[in-house]
């Protein structure tokens, strides 16, 4: 059983069709074990909750600095036996203390098609402007693996989505999120079932060529 878990900051709406996946025995091999943010009132820590999925707020201030407060999640997960980090929606980037710290796999999911529009300043709605100002036709998601840089890890999958002319931010982020919810499932799906592997920064899903 892979121990699962999710650092979110906000609405954790990935979060919740994690959740719902492992509930309805899609995500077969994986238990979500623990929800962590840096944000005192993230929805996503109720979400957790309210499925009796044990839920920490560590507060950022009690911390000297960032490596700091990095390098205490990373213990408290290892000390948890966590297999899996999943980041949903967590605003903070990771320090090297988090990546080199915390013995396992990392996965993030990015709202866009990396390598575009990922990095600094790349993140919510921010997204999704830069996507239109840029007149992309296509947009979409991406699940990847972090590395010590920003959204430059190995893609595990992504998924295409159509940018219409009349699409706002809004309107483009909300329709890219009901992919995200179906992709980030399936890659942990994968995960748990022991089918993704990485070789260099390629990943390799058994049964796909
Ligand atoms: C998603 O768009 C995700 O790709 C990005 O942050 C957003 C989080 O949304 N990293 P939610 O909190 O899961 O609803």
């Known amino acids: 059983m892979v121990k699962i878990a999710v650092l979110v900051s906000g609405g954790g ?22 929800v962590i943010s840096n944000k005192a009132d993230a929805f996503g820590l109720k979400r957790a909750e309210k499925h009796g999925i044990k839920s920490l707020f560590v507060n950022p201030k009690e911390f000297k600095s960032p490596q700091e407060y990095d390098a205490h999640l990373a213990k408290t997960l290892n000390a948890s036996g966590i297999n899996l980090v999943c980041l949903a929606g967590y605003m903070k980037i990771l320090t090297k203390e988090f990546i080199d710290g915390f013995n396992n796999p990392i996965m993030n999911i990015h709202p866009a098609l990396l390598p575009s529009f990922g990095g600094k300043g790349c993140y919510g709605l921010h997204v ?52 995200e919810h179906k992709l980030y499932k399936e890659a ?22």
């Open 13 to 34: 709406s990935n979060l919740q069709s994690l959740i719902d996946a492992v509930e309805s025995g899609y995500i077969k091999n994986g238990k979500i074990e623990l």
């Open 128 to 179: 999704h402007e830069k996507v239109l100002e840029y007149g992309a036709k296509v947009t979409g998601c991406t699940v990847h693996f972090v590395d010590y840089g920003a959204d430059t890890g190995p893609i595990i999958m992504q998924e295409a989505v159509s940018v219409s002319a009349d699409d706002t931010p809004e309107t483009l982020q909300k329709k890219v999120l009901v992919y």
């Open 188 to 209: 942990v799906k994968l995960f748990c079932e022991g089918k993704i592997k990485l070789e260099g920064r390629i990943v390799k899903i058994s049964g796909e060529n």
